[in-house]
Each structure stands twice: as C-alpha cells, then as structure tokens.
C-alpha cells in the first residue's frame, strides 16, 4: 500500500484518524462529453478517509477501523458502480463517489455515542487523478 501525507484539514480536535483502503470496481459515465469514460472501464480506486473526534468509545476507538472497511470496501469492491442504488439517478465520477463515500461514513457516525466526525474523503481513481470532498459545516448538522 501506498504510505503518503494527505491534504490536511484544519481543526480542534483531540484525535485525527485515518484509514486507507483500496478497491477494484468499475463504471462509466452516461454522457457523450465523456469521451472514453462513457464507456464501461475499470479503476483500483484508492481511498482515504479523515475522521475526528473529542472523545473515545467504550472500547478506547474513535471509531473501530474495521467497521471503516465494512462501510465502504465491502459495500463496493469487485463491483460495477453504476448497478448500486445511489449512483441510479448520478453518474458514478471520483467526485460522486467522494461525496458518497462521506455521506455513507457520516451516516454511520451519527449514531455513535462519542460522535466523531468524518473531515474529508479522499478518492484517488488513477495515479495521478484523485478527489478530495470536504463537507461544509451545515452538512455536518
């Protein structure tokens, strides 16, 4: 696995933590502006989620990282993007999919006690393409 630094978010909180994860999944872009990408191709996406928080659950985790992978390479690795519910009525870009991945983790962490934060996704789809979504303060409401 790639070990890089990430664009950093600025903040107050105690703890900062961070989990990788890459996948196989494949899609397309439904639209003739698209060029190639209209057509149904595949990426080993690489993904880098931020999350932050004051306080530690019962077990000492911010959140437990293995419940980060169930969230979003389980949900989406070896897959066709564009087959999954979310993506029915949007095309599947890096943006889409960075923008998703924050809404499906922040999800989550709402109904955690110690309530964590999910700063930033990062979705990188080639070696030198990646995304980065950062939600603004009323989307954290």
Not at 21 to 33: K, P, S, T
Request: include cysteine; charge should be negative; hydrophobic fraction near 35%.
């Amino acid at each position: 696995m790639l070990q890089q630094f990430y664009p950093q978010v600025p903040h107050t909180f105690r703890f900062e933590l961070n989990k990788d994860m890459h996948l196989a999944a494949a899609h397309f872009i439904n639209d003739e502006h698209a060029g190639a990408c209209q057509y149904t191709h595949g990426h080993t996406y690489f993904i880098n989620v931020t999350i932050a928080g004051d306080e530690l659950d019962s077990t000492g985790f911010l959140i437990n990282f293995k419940d980060i992978k169930t969230l979003i390479h389980k949900r989406y690795d070896h897959s066709l993007l564009n087959e999954h519910p979310e993506y029915k009525d949007v095309n599947p870009t890096t943006e889409v999919v960075a923008k998703q991945i924050w809404e499906t983790v922040q999800t989550h962490l709402n109904t955690l006690t110690n309530n964590p934060t999910c700063l930033q996704v990062l979705v990188r789809e080639t070696p030198t393409s990646y995304v980065v979504y950062r939600p603004k303060p009323e989307d954290l409401k």
